[in-house]
C-alpha cells in the first residue's frame, strides 16, 4: 500500500507499507517513486510463484530421469 500526503505528492515521496502473510508491517518512509517499487515488489512476488512451480516440475523430471536410469541398470544387470 502505498500513502502520500499532500507535501510528499509535491516532492514526490510517499510511505510504503509492506505487509506479509502475519499482522506486522513494514514501513519504507520517504520512497521516491513508490509506486514503481510497489510495481516492482508485486512482480518479483509473481514471478516467484511462477519459478517455484517451475523448480518443482524441473526437479520432478531430473528425479524421474535418475529413476529410469537406476531402473534400466538394475535391468541390465539381471540379464
Known amino acids: 500500500e502505498v500513502q502520500t500526503t499532500l507535501v510528499g ?3 514526490g515521496y510517499s510511505t510504503l507499507m509492506v ?3 502475519g499482522s506486522r508491517m513494514g ?3 520517504f520512497a521516491e517513486n513508490a509506486m514503481a517499487v510497489q510495481e516492482v515488489i508485486n512482480e518479483i512476488l509473481q514471478r516467484k510463484d ?5 523448480y518443482l516440475d524441473r526437479q520432478a523430471k531430473v528425479q524421474a530421469e535418475a529413476l529410469a536410469d537406476v ?3 538394475h ?3 539381471k540379464i
Open 27 to 29: 514501513y519504507i518512509p
Open 50 to 54: 511462477t519459478s517455484s512451480a517451475e
Open 71 to 73: 531402473l534400466e541398470e
Open 75 to 77: 535391468e541390465e544387470k
Open 19 to 21: 505487509s506479509g502473510t
Open 9 to 11: 505528492t509535491f516532492l
